[in-house]
């Protein structure tokens, strides 16, 4: 999948893809997205509503990779997460150039969960991937 992206897709950029995704979210959908946890239940939704009409992570590769970013600002917001580059041996594992880092050798990879969340449906719920990494969590 080829990904025309508006910044490189590194590390350092990961809060402009979710500051654009968030202005974007309350300019198309009158969303507020305001960083809690709470709010990825309304990225649930609006990623609901482009399933309901049938458009694939291919198409909308580029908003999705911005709500991925979003997710994981929420994890290092709230979490105690840290955007990190993938590591080389990773690569094949993650498939995205950046992963959020929660801890030594505990990582997740909120921009692929935003694309499995559109594929699969509410089973890839984003404010339940939360709660599975955030503090207190026994993963």
Sequence with gaps: MQL???YAPVPENASRFAADIAASAAKVSGVQLDYTPD???LVDSIL????????TGEQLAETLFGFGCYVGEVLTRHAG???RATAEDEQAVVGWPMLIELGERRW???IGK???RLENGPEDSLRYFYTV???GSSR
């Design 114 to 116: 935003a694309f499995k």
């Design 133 to 135: 990494f955030s503090p």
């Design 108 to 110: 997740c990879n909120p």
């Design 39 to 41: 709010s990825l239940a």
């Design 48 to 55: 609901d509503d482009f399933r309901a009409d049938g458009l």
């Design 4 to 6: 025309r992206l508006k």
């Design 81 to 83: 997460g840290r955007w």
